[in-house]
C-alpha cells in the first residue's frame, strides 16, 4: 500500500542533512510520496527503511508482459478502480481462440483472416493483440498448429494445452515469442510452474473462487513465478462481474498481493451479437485479457472502438496536432473550414470534406481537445483564437481568396470574426453530414 508523506517521514533518518537536494526531511518525504524523486536520494537511509519503501512503492496490480519487441501486450500495473479518478493505463488484450481441430488450410485461413482486424479511427491505429490456440486433439497436432501460428501471425499467443508433455513440445517452438501458458490449477500447480520458470513465461492461473486464486498464487509465488493471469473459468456473465470486481477491489484498496494481478475472461456465448456484448462488458469492469471465438470484422472494431474509449484519459481529450491540413489536390481556389483540435470533430468534418470529393484546405484551431460548443463556451474557439492560428499557419499564402467557412454552431461570432480577420465569413452547416452538400452549392 502506498504510504503518506508523514509515514515515509517516520523511517527517514530526520537529520535534515540536505544531501537529497532538500531542505528537510520532511520535503523529501513529501516528494517520494509524490513519486517526484527516488529513495536513493537518501545516503542515511537504513536498510529496514529501505526495504519498507520499495515494498510500499510496488504497484498494486501486477505488471505482466505478454510477447516480446513491438507488438508486446503489457497489462496491469493499474492504480484506479475507477477511470474518472485518474485513468486506466493499459488497455486490455482483445484476442481470439482457434481450435487445433481445424485443418491446417482451415487454421491458416482464419490466422489471415485475424491479422486483418485493424482499423483507423480518430487519427489512431486499432488492433487485436492476441491469438489463443486450444488443444482438442494429440500432441502433434496441438504442435502443428502452434507452428502454423507462429509461422503466419506477429501477434501475441497464448497457449491453451490438454496436457503438460503438449505444452513443452509447445513452448520448445514458442518460447521466443514468450506466449501466455493456460492453465495453473490446484493439480497441476507444482509440475507447471517448473515448465514456466524453464521457458521464462507468464502463467494462467484458474481457480473457481478468489479464496482457491489467493492460494495457488501464494504457492506460485513461492516458486519464483511473478507474472501471473488470473482466471476464475466459466460463470454467468454477472458471476464473473463480481469476480472481477472483487479481484480489483481488494488488490487496489484492500492491499491484497495475492490477488494482485490481471484477469482474464473468456467469452461463453455462441450467438456473435451477445459474444460482443458479452465481451465489451468484461473490458469495461475489469478484465486484461478478453478472448472471443467469433472474428467477425464488426466484432473487433465495436471491441476495439470500446477500449480506446475507456482507455483514453477521461481529462485530457484526444486530439490532433493544431495546423494548415490540405484535403485532396488543392489548389490556391480551394474553399477553407475551421474546426477544433478535438480529434472527433477533426475527423468527422475530415471524412465529409473527402466525400465531397472537393479539395479543400481545414484549420484546426488549438482549444485543448474541446469540440466546437465546448470550446466555444470555454472561450477557447473565439474570433481571437481563430485569427491568431490564421495567421500562425499563414493561411493567406495558402489561397489567393479570403472567404472563410465557420461551424453553423457558433454563426453567432460571424460578424466579430470578420473585424478581427478582415475575411468574409461565410456559416456552414451545423452538422459535419451537411458539408458535402454545402461545398458543393459553394462551387
Given at each position: ?399 489567393s481568396h479570403k472567404r472563410l467557412i465557420i461551424p453553423g454552431y457558433v454563426a453567432m461570432m460571424s460578424g466579430e470574426m470578420e473585424d478581427k480577420t ?22
Open positions: 500500500m502506498a504510504l503518506s508523506g508523514l509515514d515515509i517521514y517516520k523511517l527517514l533518518p530526520k537529520t535534515n542533512c540536505r544531501e537529497c537536494g532538500f531542505v528537510t526531511c520532511l520535503a523529501f518525504a513529501m516528494q517520494l510520496a509524490k513519486k517526484a524523486v527516488s529513495i536513493d536520494k537518501c545516503p542515511s537511509l537504513s536498510a529496514e527503511a529501505k526495504r519498507i519503501l520499495e515494498a510500499s512503492s510496488q504497484p498494486p496490480i501486477k505488471l505482466v508482459i505478454i510477447g516480446e519487441a513491438d507488438k508486446r501486450l503489457e497489462i496491469g500495473n493499474e492504480t484506479v478502480l475507477f477511470r474518472h479518478e485518474e485513468k486506466f493505463h493499459r488497455p486490455c488484450g482483445i484476442g481470439f481462440i482457434i481450435d487445433d481441430n481445424l485443418t491446417d488450410e482451415e487454421i491458416k485461413k482464419k490466422i489471415n483472416k485475424i491479422n486483418q482486424l485493424e482499423f483507423e479511427r480518430v487519427g489512431q491505429s486499432l488492433s487485436v493483440n492476441l491469438l489463443a490456440i486450444k488443444q482438442s486433439g494429440g500432441k502433434e497436432k496441438f504442435v502443428k498448429a502452434v507452428e502454423l501460428i507462429l509461422n503466419n501471425t506477429k501477434l501475441n499467443i497464448i497457449l491453451m494445452p490438454a496436457d503438460l508433455d503438449s505444452l513443452k513440445a509447445a513452448l520448445e517452438i514458442s518460447r521466443l515469442r514468450r506466449p501466455l501458458v493456460c492453465y495453473a490449477n490446484a493439480v497441476n500447480a507444482a509440475e507447471i510452474a517448473k515448465i514456466a520458470k524453464e521457458f521464462n513465461v507468464p502463467l494462467a492461473v484458474t481457480a473457481a473462487d478468489l479464496d482457491g486464486l489467493s492460494s495457488l498464487t501464494k504457492e506460485l509465488n513461492n516458486q519464483g513465478i511473478s507474472e501471473l493471469v488470473l482466471h476464475t473459468g466459466t460463470k454467468p456473465i454477472a458471476e464473473k462481474i463480481w469476480d472481477l470486481t472483487q479481484i480489483r477491489r481488494l488488490a487496489l484498496k484492500k492491499s491484497n498481493r495475492s490477488l494482485g494481478y490481471p484477469a482474464m475472461v473468456i467469452t461463453g456465448s455462441s450467438d456473435p451479437y451477445q459474444e460482443v456484448i458479452e465481451a465489451a462488458t468484461y473490458i469495461v469492469k475489469y478484465a486484461g485479457i478478453v478472448l472471443l471465438k467469433g472474428s467477425e470484422p464488426w466484432q473487433a472494431l465495436s471491441l476495439l472502438t470500446l477500449r480506446q474509449n475507456i482507455y483514453t484519459d477521461p481529462q485530457k481529450p484526444l486530439q490532433i496536432e493544431p495546423k494548415l491540413y490540405p484535403i485532396g489536390n488543392v489548389t490556391d481556389k480551394s474553399p477553407v473550414l475551421v474546426t477544433t483540435n478535438f480529434s472527433l470533430s477533426y475527423f468527422t468534418v475530415l471524412g465529409e470534406v473527402e466525400a465531397s470529393k472537393i479539395p479543400a484546405y481545414i484549420i484546426s484551431v488549438d482549444t485543448e481537445g474541446m469540440s466546437v460548443l465546448t470550446a466555444w463556451a470555454a472561450e477557447k474557439f473565439t474570433p481571437e483564437k481563430i485569427a491568431d492560428s490564421m495567421n500562425k499557419f499563414a493561411v493567406e499564402k495558402a489561397v478582415g475575411w468574409e465569413i461565410i456559416v456552414g452547416p451545423k452538422e459535419a453530414a451537411g458539408i458535402p452538400s454545402f461545398l458543393k452549392g459553394l462551387a
